[in-house]
């Protein structure tokens, strides 16, 4: 992956890797353009996800065929942060220089570097998923989910009530994998469960071997990773052929990835904000996106920012003056906030009460397991309230 030494040549490369749609601002004119911008890891040495900006091109396309919002059409503009902070930063930096409306992602592990960019204009981060305290406590934040926590507290919870009693916790090096590890142990133990192993993999690790060896010896009956998907492939199979029949907890892989590992897949259960890509309830986001580009990936990616754009069109809709603070003042009052692919409206006038999570609106995590094809979701979402009061206290 690009590593840069100084903030300057992040920017000058973020610059670099911007694209837009359009010249003109979100200024609030009577029809001027409503302009998003996707800020997400699109390519990088260790992964990237394209697909966001075909996600977020397609709710665009979808709601300017109908018009626009209000008569306002969407532009998108898109920056890959390359899986660097400082080039994440920059991103932030061009979408403030650029009067932006709004910001949305597929992933990116830095929103604690944009958030405190987009805070000097009140630009609104939607559809992030928040894994540092800057992210979670940022008022400009609107996550859809649980963030990294919940979802891989979801699983946890999922993989002890499926008779796990004994788990193996492995997370990246990033101090936000190594923080999300630490509460999907805590949360074990509360449900009662041991924690009988813990270790961490570097995202460009060429051999998982012995961490693999040392998970099995310590007798761990499942195991939970908050690893990068490069790397998560790799463990899973060296897993399955080390213990062919032992659970391994994770997020943010989808089909066509868990397809690659081939009858390992049998032993994964994935915590997810939103319901599986072969759901009924993403018909209407797989339709759209494939209208827009037949060729996209349906991910929880491109899914992400396809809602994220959605979610700033509903915000918008009604105002006087559309800009950034009048869309982040909409979305701070907004009560019942429809997101496609999940099972119920968001609230995001009302965070749920857990110490340290001021953003968290919803609780629910979807929880699916493997068939060899598709992931299936179980039959109810997780609800992990109880659990992260449990392991943080209540707000």
Same mark, same amino acid.
């Given at each position: ?57 397609? *709710? +665009? =396309? /979808? #709601?300017?065929?109908? !018009? ?6 969407? &532009?998108?503009? @898109? ?39 987009? *805070? +000097? =204009? /009140? #630009?609104?981060?939607? !559809? ?6 800057? &992210?979670?406590? @940022? ?42 590890? /630490? ?213």
């Amino acid at each position: 992956m690009p590593i840069f030494t100084a903030t300057a040549v992040a920017a000058v490369t973020a610059v670099a890797a911007c694209s837009s749609g359009g010249s003109s601002d979100s200024s609030g004119d009577s029809k001027s353009p409503i302009k998003i911008m996707v800020i997400s890891t699109l390519q990088s040495a260790a992964f990237g996800f394209p697909e966001a900006v075909d996600g977020a091109e397609a *709710a +665009a =396309a /979808k #709601i300017n065929a109908a !018009g626009g919002v209000d008569g306002h059409q969407i &532009e998108i503009s @898109s920056c890959n942060d390359q899986f660097d902070p400082n080039t994440a930063s920059a991103c932030a930096q061009k979408a403030v220089s650029e009067k932006l409306a709004g910001v949305v992602t597929g992933y990116t592990s830095y929103g604690n570097k944009i958030l405190p960019v987009l *805070a +000097a =204009a /009140k #630009i609104p981060f939607v !559809g992030l998923i928040p894994a540092t305290d800057t &992210e979670w406590k @940022s008022s400009l934040a609107f996550p859809f989910g649980a963030g990294s926590t919940g979802n891989f507290t979801g699983v946890t919870i999922k993989l002890y009530e499926q008779g796990c009693k004994k788990l193996g916790s492995i997370a990246s090096v990033a101090a936000a994998s190594i923080d999300t590890g /630490k509460s999907v142990e805590n949360a074990f133990k509360h449900l009662g469960g041991e924690v009988v192993y813990t270790a961490t993999i570097p995202p460009t690790a060429a051999d998982v071997s012995p961490q693999v060896a040392a998970l099995v010896k310590s007798g761990a009956e499942c195991v939970v990773t908050t690893i990068p998907p490069a790397v998560e492939l790799s463990f899973i199979k060296a897993a399955y052929a080390a213990a062919p029949d032992m659970p391994i907890g994770l997020a943010g892989i989808d089909d066509e990835v868990a397809a690659k590992v081939g009858p390992a897949g049998k032993n994964i259960v994935k915590g997810d904000t939103a319901y599986p890509a072969t759901s009924n309830e993403l018909k209407p986001f797989v339709e759209a996106l494939h209208a827009f580009n037949a060729s996209a990936a349906v991910s929880s990616w491109s899914l992400n920012a396809y809602d994220g754009v959605e979610v700033i069109a509903q915000a918008a809709k009604g105002l006087d003056k559309v800009d950034a603070a009048s869309i982040t003042a909409a979305l701070s009052k907004s009560t019942s906030v429809k997101v496609t692919g999940y099972p119920e409206p968001i609230d995001f006038s009302k965070p749920q009460p857990v110490k340290g999570l001021p953003r968290l609106f919803n609780p629910n995590v979807v929880v699916s397991h493997f068939d060899g094809k598709h992931f299936i979701a179980f039959p109810k979402p997780v609800n992990v309230l109880s659990a992260l009061q449990a392991v943080r206290g209540t707000a």
